[in-house]
């Protein structure tokens, strides 16, 4: 009796124990886990919000580059950490939606083992080509007797994948060629190697506005403030030609839900600054000041639309 009287009040002790923790948090510094090298835009975002969240939490958030495998090592990391909110993910398209119709296997599961912390942005797709280019159109880009070369900053990015569904909604033929990152695609671009790029805006609106490049269409709902006289594939008559790349920060599955209210309040608190905002405008990036169930509710959505699509493609990394 005696025994069963004192586990039951080391079980009643566990939940107030757990928000004393919680009250306490942070009480070291955090680790923002990146699955790309850096220089490029998820570790230059990532960076600059953790610049502003560090004062804001009175710990420094660390960004720690562990790229590999379509961000599947960092993924796997964060994953198999403890739900303490010390221990966080830069997630995407990629890694949260694509991974598993890329994959047979994966070390993590992002439906089971990650939850959403907050939204960073979206970034528009542009298919672009040389000002000289005499293709002068989209309809005339999809006429072309020989298919065109397209590259992508690599295999299984957004950007490839947006453009796979493009040729398959309107109905045309164009040959990947992927690159290690966006800029590397518009230097072959400029160089005429390549006879055009589906970029994301953040990489392609200095080339469209100094006017070393041209756009044919945005893949968006609506034209971009920066590139006003591009046409939306939908505009254009094709049908559900959406596609974006986007990133947020993620948390281990059971991370406590106070824990992860206030990453978000700062996440969003960093994203809404003036400095950013004017960042992302200049880039024509779209922030959105999530919830954390509104950004898995996101992430559900695109689940549904672009894991079916990726299996029809019959698009695989691990064959």
């Not at 090592?73 to 010390?86: F, H, I, M």
């Not at 006429?143 to 065109?148: I, Q, S, V």
Request: aromatic share 8%.
């Amino acid at each position: 009796m005696l025994r069963r009287r004192a586990v039951l009040g080391t079980a009643l002790a566990l939940p107030s124990l757990a928000k004393a923790q919680t009250a306490s948090w942070p009480e070291r510094a955090l680790r923002w886990v990146v699955g790309y090298p850096p220089g490029g835009p998820s570790d230059t975002y990532a960076r600059l919000i953790a610049s502003f969240i560090t004062p804001r939490l009175g710990q420094t958030m660390l960004v720690e580059n562990r790229p590999g495998g379509g961000a599947v090592l960092a993924s796997e990391t964060v994953s198999r950490s403890a739900p303490d909110g010390y221990t966080l993910l830069h997630a995407d398209n990629g890694n949260l939606v694509y991974n598993p119709a890329l994959y047979a296997r994966l070390p993590y599961d992002p439906d089971r083992d990650l939850t959403g912390v907050g939204f960073i942005g979206r970034f528009p797709l542009f298919l672009v080509v040389r000002p000289d280019s005499p293709v002068d159109s989209f309809a005339a880009y999809t006429k072309l007797a020989t298919p065109p070369t397209y590259g992508s900053p690599a295999v299984a990015s957004p950007h490839h994948l947006a453009m796979e569904m493009l040729k398959r909604r309107a109905g045309f033929d164009a040959t990947h060629v992927p690159y290690r990152g966006g800029p590397a695609a518009m230097q072959d671009l400029l160089g005429g190697t390549l006879d055009s790029v589906l970029i994301d805006c953040a990489t392609g609106i200095p080339f469209l506005r100094d006017g070393k490049a041209r756009a044919l269409v945005v893949l968006s709902e609506a034209r971009s403030a920066q590139a006003p006289g591009v046409p939306t594939a939908l505009e254009l008559g094709i049908d559900k030609a959406v596609a974006f790349g986007w990133q947020s920060m993620h948390a281990p599955a059971g991370t406590p839900a106070a824990v992860i209210e206030r990453l978000n309040q700062d996440l969003r608190a960093a994203v809404a600054s003036d400095a950013m905002q004017e960042r992302m405008r200049n880039l024509g990036i779209e922030s959105a000041p999530w919830t954390p169930g509104a950004l898995n509710d996101f992430v559900a959505a695109e689940n549904g639309v672009w894991r079916p699509l990726i299996r029809e493609l019959g698009i695989r990394l691990d064959s």
